[in-house]
């Protein structure tokens, strides 16, 4: 089993910046890619960003130039940097790993935690 373990959620006005953090843990050989999603409330979760091994991030076209996500493989960990938050950034934010543990490649999820940008 993986566990993902995020913080650095909150309210922010817009212009504000967060970070979030994500620490994996459990029975890892190996990440393969670490990432980002959203979900808003009524809306359906989708990408942030993706930060796959020895590759470039791919971000989503709303969040270019203002996120910036990187990690930290030596210690399992994924890191959202955000800038210049908008109020439609509002969404709950999970983070997401592609694990290898005995059992094989897997994808597993945080519990994900809340981003208010107030106007």
């Known amino acids: 089993q993986v566990q993902l373990v995020e913080s650095g959620g909150g309210l922010v006005q817009a212009g504000g910046s967060l970070r979030l953090s994500c620490a994996a843990s459990g029975n890892i050989v190996d990440i393969n890619a670490m990432g980002w999603y959203r979900q808003a409330p009524g809306k359906q979760r989708e990408l942030v960003v993706f930060?796959?091994?020895?590759?470039?991030?791919t971000y989503a076209d709303s969040v270019k130039g203002r996120f910036t996500g990187s990690r930290d493989n030596a210690k399992s960990t994924v890191y959202l940097q955000m800038n210049s938050l908008k109020p439609e950034d509002t969404a709950i934010y999970y983070c997401n790993a592609k694990a290898l543990t005995g059992w094989g490649i897997e994808g597993y999820w945080g519990q994900g935690t809340q981003v208010t940008v107030s106007s």
């Open positions: 930060i796959p091994d020895d590759a470039t991030a």
